[in-house]
T-cell receptor
Framework: EDKVVQSPLSLVVHEGDTVTLNCSYE??????LLWYKQEKKAPTFLFML??SGIEKKSGRLSSILDKKELFSILNITATQTGDSAVYLC????????????WGAGTKLIIKP | NAGVMQNPRHLVRRRGQEARLRCSPM?????VYWYRQLPEEGLKFMVY????????ESGMPKERFSAEFPKEGPSILRIQQVVRGDSAAYFC??????????FGPGTRLTVL
């Protein structure tokens, strides 16, 4: 059965710290991996990764995919209280009718 | 370009009533997805539709739930004879292509 596992489930750090969120997957015929940020509303798109080893970067956020070891990490440097959210990872498999398989999310809390 | 719109934002129903949730995709998007999110849980795929067609409804309960995406107008997720366990946030997402889904603000359904 296809599955996506995120760790840790929750994380509390102080402003300015760097955090690394993990997403591992077991999916038949992997196509892409996506990261979303969810605050008290709908998830917002962060990154889509399809190739191993190519880092995607947006401001203080970056992400990379390892298709050999079947995982991705999301890094946030110099964290701010506005980074507090649930970070969701989703994987699409080819031939899946475009259905995304979602992880349970990592709840990140940034303390001032 | 307005984002994905959902209404109502909050819906309260008594057990046994019907709930109708509406989703208007972003302009130019012909793919619509419905997800359910229970408290403290990740997003669960329900159904994927293109205009006038249900492509994948494997995540949707076979009874009481139905979805449509007519040629004109919004996509509708319909829940008949609601029960307390249907209480959740229901998110709609749309995409112009197969991945990179954009989410609406969600409808929070409360069943009394």
């Amino acid at each position: 059965e296809d599955k996506v596992v995120q760790s840790p489930l929750s994380l509390v750090v102080h402003e300015g710290d760097t955090v690394t969120l993990n997403c591992s997957y077991e999916v038949t015929n992997f196509r892409s991996l996506l990261w979303y940020k969810q605050e008290k509303k709908a998830p917002t798109f962060l990154f889509m990764l399809t190739s191993s080893g190519i880092e995607k970067k947006s401001g203080r956020l970056s992400s990379i995919l390892d298709k050999k070891e079947l995982f991705s990490i999301l890094n946030i440097t110099a964290t701010q209280t506005g980074d507090s959210a649930v970070y969701l990872c989703a994987v699409e498999a080819m031939g899946s009718n475009y259905q995304l398989i979602w992880g349970a999310g990592t709840k990140l809390i940034i303390k001032p | 370009n307005a984002g994905v719109m959902q209404n109502p934002r909050h819906l309260v129903r008594r057990r046994g009533q019907e709930a109708r949730l509406r989703c208007s995709p972003m302009k130019g998007h012909s793919h619509v997805y419905w997800y359910r999110q229970l408290p403290e849980e990740g997003l669960k795929f329900m159904v994927y539709l293109q205009k006038e067609n249900i492509i994948d409804e494997s995540g949707m309960p076979k009874e009481r739930f139905s979805a449509e995406f007519p040629k004109e107008g919004p996509s509708i997720l319909r829940i008949q004879q609601v029960v307390r366990g249907d209480s959740a946030a229901y998110f709609c997402a749309s995409s112009p292509e197969r991945t990179k889904q954009f989410f609406g603000p969600g409808t929070r359904l409360t069943v009394l």
